[in-house]
């Protein structure tokens, strides 16, 4: 059974730092790409980082030089590092593995967390 396990997230002033992590279980971690998604109310979801499977990353150019994503094959858990956090960064953040490429798009992913609220206060 694949599992897709947030942590890490809570409530932060803007300016502040949070770290998210992301254990997953039941699948070859290392054959997939990973990503972070992000949702705030009303709003669509939005995919703000991805990790090929061999390492490249890319990003949104929302986020790009404020976060920082990286995985540890060995821990089979993708992070998320976040600074320089914004109110507009409030919104459930999950995470996603992919079989067929690193990207921002919902439909490449197969697998999803349930999530991880990020609150930042102004």
């Known amino acids: 059974q694949v599992q897709l396990v947030e942590s890490g997230g809570g409530s932060v002033q803007a300016g502040g730092s949070l770290r998210l992590s992301c254990v997953a279980s039941g699948y070859t971690y290392s054959n997939y790409h990973m990503a972070w998604f992000r949702q705030a109310p009303g709003k669509e979801r939005e995919g703000i980082a991805c990790?090929?499977?061999?390492?490249?990353?890319a990003y949104a150019d929302s986020v790009r030089g404020r976060f920082t994503i990286s995985r540890d094959n060995r821990k089979n858990t993708l992070y998320l590092q976040m600074n320089s956090l914004k109110p507009e960064d409030t919104a459930m953040y999950y995470c996603a593995a992919s079989s067929r490429s690193c990207g921002l798009g919902a439909p490449d992913y197969n697998y999803w967390g349930q999530g991880i609220q990020v609150t930042v206060s102004s």
């Open positions: 990790i090929h499977r061999i390492g490249y990353t």
